[in-house]
């Protein structure tokens, strides 16, 4: 006879803070241990969002191991790097989604579509809020926790962003979409005026960084392909695009060259590209900016009417990165991200981890790098002399070899295993100053390198590549931690206990009498993250900015820029999706003109 057991219930004997429920997945335990499928042990491995982390996670852990939920407000994982063609038509904005809910239940979890409010890190307990019902809230209580909620994007506090398009979700997207075509029937009826004509067709984007450079392109190609077919009666000449950039070239964290070219080749597209610029407040129908003068210095102020004006400047924390780093604020000094150490744990709560945009990995080699190369040079050269007897000039004075400063940073490796990453990065950055100083550095620059190391292991991209990486990581350290417990198999493992704090439940396993402790260095290394380059589309051509090596293409590069993004689509579903949505623009031309 079948049961019916409910998949997920609230548990009415355990109320949590608020007295708000606590959610028991035990009686869908119970459920699957009917089925012969043995999880009560299981620990609770609970998800915060449904991104580019969470699904690199997702995707790399092994069925079994875990009693996995997922909690996001979207139940899909969406392919933001096309998301600037879905936009303007030339692909479907389902075709770059996948089902989250397919990527859990091949896990044999479960997905709530609801909101992270708040993590009790004492209690083990994240409050949740349906995503359809605000006074629905209920708490998940976990084992570990992983925060990917991602980021939102920065006001740099500009009035009048109400008036502004994003482009960061799917339905984004659909709003452009209709906005853009909206805008091209409006300037067709004839009770437009000529000028309200020119401003409905202008196009402002607000940020030269690559979402903002690549929707531009995206514009421009649709004006310039599709509406001669579909709108013949409007004139060219009064369509514009424009991109205003506070910096002195769009693309700016590519390389020069790769800046300069773009920057160029939009100018000669007749894109309007402001340079030197900064938005200072968005009216209903105009943007109003500051633009400094190349030559002179001088600032003027100016402004430029829109139809459409896509906000697309820098990052900012999301509400539950805030509340996190908010609620461990002896641990998290960092105002734009929730601070991990190299092992992706919360700093303050090594039961949580935090991935993708919402994190940034800390160290504190840059706080000790003076002490540590002083104490390094005198230990080298010094040898024997007493420290009273040392001053500082001396030290100043005294140089090390690029094979003393790779020994140095084996040194530093062995004391702090987290630093891992940065001797790697030591070793890369070495040879160009070596060329620079014949062979030796001195104390200050010896110094000042290590800093610059600590920067650019902590700052890395708020990109898709990080938190993807950062995803797989973490499914892999999960899958070594179980496998080193031998959860399932191990008939002996009895309890998880979490009596010493920095120990988390799944770490602790009692096998007959005798406690096993495992912490995430003792199954795994660091964190390292490998850049495999970045791309964009510029209008009929891409740029890449690989590690070493960066080139233009026209077609050719573009057709590779596609089939890249193509094999790394989560889903075949999704690959044959965007394959027939570039066959169906190639035949019949973009679809928003008709929507
Ligand atoms: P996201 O992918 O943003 O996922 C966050 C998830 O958390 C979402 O599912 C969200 O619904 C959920 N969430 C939010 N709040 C909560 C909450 N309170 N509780 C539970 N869940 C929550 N990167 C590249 O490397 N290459 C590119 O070409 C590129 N192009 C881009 C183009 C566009 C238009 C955009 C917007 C971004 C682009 N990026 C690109 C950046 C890339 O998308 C991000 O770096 C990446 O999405 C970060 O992944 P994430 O998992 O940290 O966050």
Not at 43 to 48: A, E, M, S, W
Not at 182 to 188: Q, T, W
Not at 381 to 409: A, F, P, R, V
Request: glycine content about 6%.
């Amino acid at each position: 006879a079948s049961i019916s057991v409910p998949t997920l219930a609230l548990n009415p004997n355990r109320g949590g803070p608020e007295n708000l429920p606590v959610l028991d997945s035990t009686l869908d335990a119970l459920d699957s241990e009917l089925k012969g499928e043995l999880s009560l042990n299981k620990p609770k491995l609970v998800i915060l969002g449904s991104g580019w982390a969470s699904v690199g996670l997702l995707k790399t852990l092994k069925p079994g191991d875990y009693d996995v939920t997922v909690i996001s407000p979207t139940n899909y994982f969406l392919f933001t790097p096309l998301l600037p063609c879905a936009a303007t038509g030339t692909l479907e904005v389902k075709s770059l989604m996948a089902s989250i809910r397919k990527i859990v239940n091949d896990l044999s979890g479960h997905y709530l579509e609801a909101k992270a409010e708040k993590i009790e890190f004492e209690d083990k307990l994240v409050k949740v809020t349906s995503a359809y019902d605000e006074s629905a809230q209920f708490y998940v209580p976990y084992d570990k926790l992983v925060v990917a909620v991602g980021c939102t994007s920065n006001t740099h506090g500009v009035q009048g962003l109400e008036y502004c398009s994003r482009l960061k979700t799917a339905n984004d997207a659909i709003d452009i979409r209709k906005k853009i075509k909206a805008n091209l029937e409006k300037s067709c009826l004839p009770t437009t005026t000529d000028e309200e004509r020119r401003r409905l067709l202008s196009f402002v984007v607000c940020g030269g960084g690559p979402t903002g450079v690549e929707f531009a392109a995206e514009v421009f190609d649709l004006l310039n392909e599709d509406l001669p077919k579909s709108y013949p009666k409007l004139l060219r000449q009064e369509v514009s695009v424009h991109i205003i950039q506070s910096r002195s070239n769009i693309l700016n964290t590519y390389d020069e060259r790769i800046a300069e070219y773009a920057t160029k080749r939009f100018i000669n597209e007749n894109i309007d590209v402001q340079i030197n610029s900064r938005v200072e407040k968005i009216l209903e129908d105009r943007v109003i900016f500051k633009k400094k003068n190349d030559k002179d210095g001088s600032v003027t102020l100016e402004e430029i009417p829109f139809g459409l004006c896509l906000w697309s400047t820098g990052v900012a924390q999301n509400p539950l990165a805030k509340n996190v780093t908010d609620s461990l604020p002896d641990h998290q000094k960092n105002r734009r991200a929730i601070e991990t150490d190299s092992y992706l744990r919360v700093l303050g709560a090594p039961d949580v981890y935090a991935i993708g945009d919402c994190s940034t990995v800390k160290t504190d080699l840059a706080d000790h790098a003076v002490d540590f190369v002083r104490n390094f040079i005198i230990k080298k050269h010094l040898h024997g002399i007493s420290s009273d007897q040392i001053s500082e000039n001396d030290i100043k004075h005294l140089s090390l070899t690029y094979d003393e400063i790779c020994e140095m940073g084996k040194e530093l490796m062995k004391k702090q295993p987290q630093t891992r990453e940065h001797l790697i990065t030591l070793k890369d950055s070495l040879p160009q100053y070596d060329s620079a100083s014949c062979g030796k550095l001195n104390f200050d620059q010896i110094t000042s390198l290590l800093k610059n190391v600590e920067k650019q292991v902590t700052s890395l991209p708020a990109t898709a590549q990080r938190a993807h990486q950062q995803g797989k990581y973490l499914g892999k350290k999960f899958n070594k931690l179980a496998k080193k417990l031998s959860l399932v198999e191990n008939p002996n493992v009895t309890s998880f206990r979490s009596e010493n704090p920095l120990k988390t439940d799944l770490d602790l396993a009692t096998v007959g009498t005798t406690t096993l402790i495992f912490t995430d260095e003792e199954v795994y290394k660091p964190f390292r993250y490998v850049h495999l380059g970045s791309l964009a589309y510029i209008g009929n051509s891409a740029v890449f900015d690989l590690p070493g090596y960066s080139f233009v293409g026209g077609l050719v590069a573009m057709y590779l820029w596609r089939s890249i993004y193509f094999a790394q689509t989560v889903s075949i579903r999704t690959r044959v999706l965007l394959f027939m949505d570039w066959l169906k623009r190639g035949f019949f031309g973009r679809d928003i003109l008709s929507e």
